[in-house]
T-cell receptor, first 115, second 113 residues
Framework: AQKITQTQPGMFVQEKEAVTLDCTYD???????LFWYKQPSSGEMIFLIY??????QNATEGRYSLNFQKARKSANLVISASQLGDSAMYFC????????????FGKGTRLHILP | NAGVTQTPKFRILKIGQSMTLQCTQD?????MYWYRQDPGMGLKLIYY???????DKGEVPNGYNVSRSTTEDFPLRLELAAPSQTSVYFC????????????FGNGTRLTVT
């Protein structure tokens, strides 16, 4: 069964520091994709970054990068040089391969950036 | 380009009433999804569809029904509303490729009293 675990309910980080948000997953499908989304207090869902199970390199998008450790089944989001605007809920999600088109989300981590 | 449009934005229902949450997308996405988000929690998948005429149950389908008669529209029906269905409902869509991210609507905040 598909499962996504985010073990950090909340985090406080000083502005300009880097922050790592944890995500572990469980799947028996060798083909899967991992997504991270940001949800500000306004409520919209914003796509940040994607990592495919067969991708050779860790994904990067601007200040966002993924620390993808396939053997450990983890896909941690790293935000470099955090900004006040990074304060939000962050969700990890997984889509298994063509066998199952469900996209399942973790419970999220609320990130607070301190000035 | 409107993206994913959900209506209504807010709704208050009495216990036992029924309603339909509307969702339409103009991106020609094959895949569409309905999620609910309870306060301070993650998103739970209710139903999803990989194309017109095809729907599948997600994690929490009880108390809901869906239909997908066109590529653009994916309405969610609540029958006999219960307080446990108080939540924010998000509709989302994507292309069929595995690396295609979800595009979300702005959500419908539903209260059942």
């Amino acid at each position: 069964a598909q499962k996504i675990t985010q073990t950090q309910p909340g985090m406080f980080v000083q502005e300009k520091e880097a922050v790592t948000l944890d995500c572990t997953y469980d799947t028996s499908d060798p083909s899967y994709g991992l997504f991270w989304y940001k949800q500000p207090s306004s409520g919209e869902m914003i796509f940040l970054i994607y990592q495919g199970s067969y991708d050779q390199q860790n994904a990067t998008e601007g200040r966002y990068s993924l620390n993808f450790q396939k053997a450990r089944k983890s896909a941690n989001l790293v935000i470099s040089a955090s900004q006040l605007g990074d304060s939000a809920m962050y969700f990890c999600a997984m889509r298994e391969g063509k066998r199952d088109d469900k996209i399942i989300f973790g419970k999220g981590t609320r990130l607070h950036i301190l000035p | 380009n409107a993206g994913v449009t959900q209506t209504p934005k807010f709704r208050i229902l009495k216990i036992g009433q029924s309603m339909t949450l509307q969702c339409t997308q103009d991106m020609n996405h094959n895949y569409m999804y309905w999620y609910r988000q309870d306060p301070g929690m993650g998103l739970k998948l209710i139903y999803y569809s990989v194309g017109a005429g095809i729907t599948d149950k997600g994690e929490v389908p009880n108390g809901y029904n869906v239909s997908r008669s066109t590529t653009e529209d994916f309405p969610l029906r609540l029958e006999l509303a219960a307080p446990s269905q108080t939540s924010v409902y998000f509709c989302a869509s994507s292309y069929s490729e595995s690396n295609s991210p979800l595009h979300f609507g702005n959500g419908t905040r539903l209260t059942v009293t």
